[in-house]
């Protein structure tokens, strides 16, 4: 794979991301041992730690202690965490039953299936010839299928266009990604993306249920519940974090596009006359969150959706923008991190419709004041997050036995501190030990007696450990350990008494 660049200039690839997260445990491909399943995965000990850490994170400040509004009063926000598996006809409103498409194309030959909307057709200037890549940087296999099929590895020697924006005319003269020769890729067909299932034993289509694909539609269901059990009144917002499901046709880049995945999603619900003025917030408030998660602004940016890839709901109104971060497939371009859409009243509209149930809202203070909330949606990927945070700390130091470590934020950090007794004998092993045993309780803490200390150093280095503490003949003297610090590696001694303390400020700093 093509290496790409970091912000401090340095190179990794993809490959050595996900070489890493296997190697110590953050992520593996689910079903290993049987070879996998394409677009599952499984997080390992550390993996679910990090996930966790983010997930926590975006409850807190969403939930526990939402933003402060434009009026100075915090916002009110409240949680939610609803099934699965609803009643079908939830996704007939919602139109993911009809609506959830994306065009699909199979190659004849290869027997491979990808979106049209993901190829991208790079048609030589001089001669015409057409193929199909898809879409991201070429990498180098691809580069010398373009110098041997299309006539010239010189990208300025093609135009390209997605495979959606082409004449039907066309498409018999496309060389498919797979494939040598051109006319094996069918026509663009809808492909529904939900996956299916049945609920009870007789398994009919009268029983058919779907997982759902977002989180949202759960928080629409509840709203009229929360609103009549929870003393909230527009605006406010429900939030909720959970798996969602969606049977991509190309499931790739790791764990960015996979069939399983998990958002964190939240629906403000408002007036719509304020509409416009909470979308402008929303999109500066989570913009500022990924950065306050140690995303850089140079890898991030706010970019509004083109007219014709809204969705569904978003057509009419003030439309999506998303937050793109620039990994390291698309460097250096960007991909969608977070959504923030305004859902217009859509969705409570089609709930009410569907259902009989009234979702109009009517102030008991302005009783001629009736509306059905507009709605502002700021969705994001909790496991795509995981990926843009371990893409952000990837950092590379020739300098460093592990040759990179890893820079997470210490409140996202998997392991907040290690404790490493210098040597395993004189007395070392038992300080540690105590030390441990009083640290544990307070922050996640690992105490490592075995392999050198440079080893030792590595390995947490590797994992993004802030703080090793070690304990050596001094301690034995003077009662100080030393406190190495992960992205300087500079080490300071500090008394043994204090490290607690120490920690704790240093954390939350
Ligand atoms: P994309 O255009 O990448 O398919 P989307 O616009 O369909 O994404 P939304 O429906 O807005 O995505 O979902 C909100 C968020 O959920 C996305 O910003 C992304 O972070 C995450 N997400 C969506 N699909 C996937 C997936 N297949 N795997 C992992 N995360 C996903």
Not at 371 to 380: N, S
Request: aromatic residues 10%.
């Amino acid at each position: 794979m093509k290496a790409v660049e970091n912000m401090d200039n340095q190179e990794f690839s993809m490959d050595d991301l996900v070489a890493l997260c296997k190697r110590r445990g953050f992520i593996f491909q689910a079903s290993d041992i049987y070879g996998g399943i394409n677009g599952f995965w499984d997080y390992g000990p550390l993996g679910v730690e990090l996930k966790n850490n983010l997930r926590d994170a975006w409850w807190r400040d969403m939930v526990l202690c939402p933003p402060i509004g434009p009026d100075g009063q915090p916002l009110d926000i409240k949680g939610l965490d609803t099934s699965i598996i609803q009643n079908p006809k939830a996704w007939v409103a919602s139109g993911h039953v009809g609506g959830f498409n994306d065009p699909m194309v199979d190659c004849k030959e290869s027997k491979l299936r990808y979106r049209a909307d993901h190829l991208v057709i790079y048609k030589n200037k001089e001669n015409g010839k057409m193929l199909a890549f898809l879409e991201g940087e070429l990498d180098n296999s691809q580069l010398k299928k373009l110098k041997k099929l299309g006539g010239s590895d010189n990208l300025s020697d093609y135009d390209t266009a997605l495979m959606t924006d082409l004449d039907a005319s066309e498409y018999p003269n496309i060389v498919g990604p797979d494939v040598k020769d051109a006319g094996s890729l069918t026509e663009p067909r809808a492909f529904n993306m939900m996956f299916k299932t049945y609920v009870g034993a007789t398994a009919t289509e009268d029983d058919a249920a779907y997982l759902r694909p977002e989180t949202a539609q759960g928080i629409f269901l509840n709203y009229r519940n929360v609103l009549s059990s929870s003393r909230v009144k527009p605006p406010f917002g429900i939030a909720q974090i959970g798996k969602a499901f969606r049977n991509e046709v190309t499931p790739r880049n790791f764990i960015f596009r996979s069939r399983e995945f998990e958002q964190m999603e939240m629906e403000w619900f408002c007036h719509p006359d304020e509409a416009k003025m909470w979308m402008d917030f929303w999109m500066t408030e989570r913009h500022n969150w990924w950065k306050s998660m140690g995303l850089s602004d140079a890898n991030m940016i706010l970019r509004p959706h083109d007219k014709d890839e809204l969705s569904h709901y978003a057509k009419e109104g003030y439309g999506t923008s998303d937050i793109e971060f620039k990994w390291p497939f698309t460097r250096p371009g960007y991909g969608e991190l977070e959504g923030i859409a305004h859902r217009c009243a859509f969705d409570l509209t089609q709930h009410q419709e569907h259902s009989g149930t009234k979702m109009e809202y009517v102030d008991p203070q302005a009783p001629d004041d009736r509306f059905i909330p507009h709605v502002i949606e700021p969705a994001a990927g909790l496991t795509r997050g995981v990926l843009a945070v371990l893409s952000e700390a990837y950092t590379v130091d020739e300098s460093r036995p592990s040759k990179m470590f890893m820079k997470f934020k210490p409140e996202l950090a998997p392991v907040k501190a290690a404790i490493l007794p210098l040597v395993a004998k004189d007395g070392m092993p038992e300080v540690a030990q105590k030390l441990y045993m009083s640290l544990r309780k307070k922050m996640v803490t690992e105490i490592d007696v075995k392999q050198n200390i440079g080893k030792r150093y590595a390995r947490h280095d590797e994992i993004g450990t802030p703080f090793c503490l070690t304990i050596d003949t001094q301690t034995l003297e003077d009662q100080t350990i030393t406190v190495r610090h992960r992205d300087t590696m500079e080490q300071e001694r500090i008394s043994l008494d204090n490290a607690e303390k120490y920690l704790t400020e240093k954390l939350n700093a």
